[in-house]
């Protein structure tokens, strides 16, 4: 099984690291995983053209292309963003936005997600709550099989890494992404 991580955090802080534990989790059980980080790569603004809902295809030549391909090829797509304003990032928001030449022909892909932010509290009313629940909505929309989510609650660079069963709730994940038990 392919597994394909997108890490859409403008530094190297929690959500990465959460994603390469998550990848290396998911390695362990068997997956064959890839880790693409948003900041790293040249993948232009959607520029709004809609030309995709006519063609499927997307006129911007930059790095999307290859990752549309990486899409493509993959059984299961993780999505993580830090929480900035309530929202995704935009380097989140921007990769979700690039994806619409895939509406229609990534159904049923397994998808899960991976939101951090610095607020505490209850699931569902905390902002990370609301990323979390948009990402489930993003995942409706584009039909795909939604497995899971990891919401964290962390502020500062290795704050992720101190929680105490951080490691297991990634394994959890895993087994998810994977469909095992
Ligand atoms: C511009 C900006 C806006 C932020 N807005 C929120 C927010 O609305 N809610 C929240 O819980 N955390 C917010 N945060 C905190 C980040 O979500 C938090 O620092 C997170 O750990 C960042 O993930 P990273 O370590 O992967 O970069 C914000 C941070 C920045 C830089």
């Given at each position: 099984m392919k597994i394909l991580g997108i890490c859409g955090s403008p530094r190297k802080g929690?959500?990465?690291?959460?994603?390469?534990?998550?990848?290396?989790?998911t390695e362990k059980r068997g997956g064959k995983t890839e880790l693409i980080t948003l900041k790293d790569k040249n993948i232009k603004i959607c520029d709004g053209c809609l030309s995709c809902e006519k063609t499927s295809a997307c006129h911007i030549k930059d790095e999307m292309q290859e990752t549309y391909n990486k899409i493509l090829s993959a059984d299961a797509v993780v999505l993580g963003s830090p929480?900035?304003?309530?929202a995704p990032t935009s380097l989140a928001m921007n990769f979700i936005h690039r994806m619409y030449p895939l509406y229609g022909k990534i159904k049923g892909?397994?998808?899960a997600s991976v939101v951090v932010?610095?607020?505490?509290?209850?699931?569902?009313i905390t902002s990370r709550g609301k990323v979390e629940d948009y990402f489930k909505a993003i995942a409706g929309l584009f039909e795909l099989?939604?497995?899971?989510?990891?919401?964290?609650?962390?502020?500062?660079?290795?704050?992720a890494s101190k929680i105490t069963d951080i490691e297991e709730q990634c394994e959890n994940l895993a087994t998810k992404i994977l469909n095992q038990s």
């Open positions: 929690n959500t990465e690291w959460l994603m390469r534990e998550l990848m290396r989790a929480t900035y304003m309530d892909k397994r998808f932010g610095q607020v505490g509290g209850q699931e569902g099989d939604h497995v899971g989510s990891l919401s964290v609650a962390a502020r500062d660079p290795n704050d």
